[in-house]
């Protein structure tokens, strides 16, 4: 199986800041990832897909990123709202597998 | 659009069998394939395999094999999970989502989720 590695597994940053979350697999799959954010008590929600691609009606300030086996997820101009849980999801071979999630806290 | 209405929560003895089911609206139901992962502790999710509504066809992962049976009824557009022989490592929401078939599977649409707990 793949193995999604994602850090980090929690941080803390203020309103306005820029950040960004990793993750990395253990093999190639390509463009295959997509990128979720999960708000207490909800669903996950599609925010990225093939790596690089804004899912309609995310706002622009998340962007989708790869270097090598290391794929990003970056916030610009953290706001209240993007506090949360964000998952990576690798979607290149079954099983589809996921990584160990990262909470987003707002100071 | 896709909506996926999915069971109530429930509680179930260690041992027992629990069905969930996912109802879909919106959509062509055979035109989406029904994937079912796994939400523990709020946190890690794990994909449980999917069915093809319109061939039945299923994929699991390794994992779940014996644990859960996915099935559809197309009368009725609901696609089903059955969890059988529940232990406490079953206790968790599990969430049904809808991949277009032909697209890449990456999950825009979800169910609400439906909360197992095992519990005597």
């Known amino acids: 199986d793949i193995q999604m590695t994602q850090s980090p597994s929690s941080m803390s940053a203020s309103l306005g800041d820029t950040v960004t979350i990793t993750c990395l697999a253990s093999q190639d799959i390509g463009n295959y990832l997509s990128w979720y954010q999960q708000k207490p008590g909800k669903s996950p929600k599609l925010m990225i897909y093939?790596?690089?691609n804004l899912e309609d009606g995310v706002p622009s300030r998340f962007s989708g990123s790869r270097s090598g086996s290391d794929y990003s997820l970056t916030i610009n101009s953290l706001g209240y709202d993007d506090e949360g849980i964000y998952h990576c999801h690798q979607y290149y071979e079954y099983p589809l597998t996921f990584g160990s999630g990262t909470k987003l806290e707002i100071k | 659009q896709v909506n996926l209405l999915q069971s109530g929560a429930a509680l179930v003895k260690p041992g027992a069998s629990v069905k969930l089911s996912c109802k879909a609206s919106?959509?062509?139901?055979?035109?989406?394939?029904i994937h079912w992962v796994k939400q523990s502790h709020g946190k890690s999710l794990e994909w449980i395999g999917y069915?093809?509504?319109?061939?039945?066809?299923?994929n699991y992962n390794e994992k779940f094999k014996s644990k859960a049976t996915l099935t559809v009824d197309k009368s009725t557009n609901t696609a089903y999970m059955e969890l059988s022989r529940l232990t406490s490592e079953d206790s968790a929401t599990y969430y049904c989502?809808?991949?277009?078939?032909?697209?890449?599977?990456?999950?825009?649409?979800w169910g609400q989720g439906t909360l197992v707990t095992v519990s005597s």
């Open positions: 919106g959509y062509t139901f055979t035109d989406y394939y």
């Open positions: 093939g790596a690089t």
């Open positions: 069915i093809n509504p319109n061939s039945g066809y299923t």
């Open positions: 989502t809808g991949v277009y078939y032909g697209l890449g599977d990456w999950f825009a649409y």
